[in-house]
Structure formats: C-alpha cells, structure tokens
C-alpha cells in the first residue's frame, strides 16, 4: 500500500489508540511536529518511532519548525537555544566569511539535534524578504531584505542541514515577505506588478531553485492570480513556481488549518493538491479533522512520489564538522540577537 499525499499532527507527546490506527490505516507520509509533541530527546525518539512503525515502510518524513528564534519547537532547557535569521544577518553585515559559517554551522548543530530525535526535515531557512509596512509575522524571521544576503545566508544554513541528513525546505514561495497580514489568520493580498516580483521577492527562490523541497504561501499575488492564494492556485504553482522561478523540488502546502484559506478541510486538502502541490499539510492533531483529509487524499505516486523519494534520499548524509567551532559561532550569534 502506498503513501499518501499528505503529512499530519499528532496531539501529544505520544500517539495513542486512535493515533496509531489512524497512521496505520491513512498512511500520510509525513508526520509534523510541535512544541506540545516535544517534551525531551528520549520522549521525542519514541513517538517519532510510534509514527514511523504504524505508518510502516522505510521512507516517512518527519517535519519540524525549527528556525530559532520566535519559531522553534525544541527548546530548552532540554535543547539548545538558537537565535532567528536577523542575528546572522548582523554577522554578516559584520564580516560576511563569519556570518555565512556561522549560518551554516548552527544550522549543522540543528540538524544534530533533529536527527538525534528522528526529525529529517526542517522548515527553514526562510526566504522572504519583508518590506516596510509588512506584517511582522516574518520580521527577525527573515535574513534581510537585500535579495543577494538572503540568497548567501540561507544557501549556507541549507547547506548546514543537508550536511547533517535534514532536508531544508525553503518557506514561503513564491514570497511572504510583502503580506500586510498574517496568514494564520486572514488572506494577504499582495498587488506588486510582474516586474517587481520577478525583480525581488522571487530572487532568492530562483537562487536556491535546486534545494529538494519548499513550503508555499498562503498569500494572493495579484498580479498573477487576483482571487486565489498561491497554494490553491495553479496559475502560481505551475506559471510561477514550477516555471518563472523553476523550482521543481517537492512542494508542500503551508498548514491547511491557517485561515487565509477558504472551505472545510477536505475542500482545502483537495485545493491544493489540484493547484499542484504535492502533498497538503495538516497540523493541528485533532484526530476527526485528520480522518477529514484522509478521506479525500490519494496516494503519493507518478511525480510526486519520484520528488519525495528523491528528498528522502538526502536524508543519509553524515558529514564530519568541527563541532566546537561550531558551538563557538553559536554563541556569537546569540550575543549578536542580545
């Protein structure tokens, strides 16, 4: 029996009855985590074990956000504190060598910490580039709003991950960084022409086009598509995403749950798989809204199955690194975020 195309929460910190039938009947091929499933290292192995058991099979992602900063499920005093993007972006526009190891070690100690517990992908780095008047929900999450530093900074934090085994999925294409809104909440409308877009927001996509998986944007373009949001709008996915900025990685939605999108769960689910996702996303771990989606989800298979093996695949690299001058830039980071 195949997977299915979508990745789903569970409620805490380990699966119970119903949990374990349902990832043993459903299949979704990934799980994704948060700071309610995460208490400490051993408690995180065993559920993340009890997921991939009852799904079954050798292939299974298992998805956290872990950037640093505001958006980081492991914390401690049971994991290490990592500072947001804006704290390398200092470094770098102190001494760019500094700043760029730094990114890429600390995103290589994360990757220490994810996989020590099962994780092998990560929501990160994030390469939207905010504008004046933007929401904060990206804010210090981001790692400037010059295209080119973005592009130096995240290619080296992606690097750091696919060192250590975890798949770095660049977040939120086509771009979030214009939203007057945030997304969890309500629909941003973003009215930048053609030219602009291609001229900035999509820059860093373009850039790191060849990085294995993405997370769309719950965010309307207009002037692509003036009534839907990216991640349920085929015009983007396929005339913006898959051919403008060209990535042709795995792609997943942002959180079905988020209100920015319109319908019931399985109308949202079948959304954005229609408009070209490969798999929906859905995370709040309550176990009748994730029989919803389910129920109207297929199987992985066709190209979407050949785009997640090939992600999954990644996930066996174990580079060597000089651990302690990677905890040293760590601290340098942290003093840099005050």
């Not at 309610?36 to 079954?56: D, I, T």
């Not at 771990?285 to 999954?312: C, D, N, Q, S």
Request: glycine share 8%; aromatic share 6%.
């Amino acid at each position: 029996m195949a997977l299915a195309a979508f990745a789903s929460g569970c409620s805490s910190v380990e699966l119970n009855d119903a949990e374990r039938a349902f990832f043993r009947e459903a299949r979704p091929c990934g799980l994704i985590l948060f700071q309610r499933n995460c208490s400490n290292p051993g408690q995180l192995r065993r559920l993340v074990g009890q997921a991939a058991e009852a799904v079954g099979g050798s292939s299974f992602m298992v998805l956290i956000d872990q950037e640093g900063g505001r958006v980081r499920r492991l914390r401690p005093p049971e994991w290490r504190n990592f500072p947001a993007a804006r704290a390398y972006a200092g470094l770098y526009a102190k001494d760019r060598e500094t700043g760029l190891e730094a990114a890429r070690l600390s995103a290589r100690l994360i990757a220490d910490d994810l996989k020590a517990c099962g994780i092998n992908l990560n929501a990160a780095p994030v390469l939207d580039l905010p504008v004046e008047g933007a929401h904060d929900i990206i804010g210090d999450r981001a790692y400037g709003s010059d295209p080119q530093n973005v592009i130096a900074l995240a290619r080296a934090v992606a690097e750091g991950y696919l060192q250590g085994g975890v798949i770095p999925v660049i977040k939120h294409i086509p771009g979030h960084g214009r939203a007057r809104a945030d997304s969890h909440e309500s629909l941003p409308v973003i009215d930048a022409g053609r030219k602009e877009l291609r001229e900035s927001d999509f820059v860093p996509f373009m850039a790191l086009k060849d990085l294995p998986a993405a997370m769309t944007a719950h965010v309307v373009m207009t002037a692509f598509d003036p009534k839907r949001a990216a991640s349920v709008s085929p015009t983007i996915i396929g005339e913006v995403i898959r051919g403008l900025i060209g990535f042709d990685g795995f792609l997943m939605s942002d959180d079905l749950n988020m209100k920015a999108l319109e319908g019931t769960l399985a109308e949202k689910a079948c959304a954005v798989l229609d408009a070209g996702c490969d798999i929906a996303l859905h995370c709040s771990g309550i176990l009748k809204e994730m029989h919803e989606v389910a129920e109207v989800v297929p199987e992985l298979t066709a190209r979407r199955l050949e785009r997640f093996e090939a992600a999954v695949a990644l996930t066996r690299r174990n580079d060597p690194y000089d651990r302690e001058r990677a905890e040293a830039l760590l601290e340098r980071a942290a003093q840099e975020a005050g």
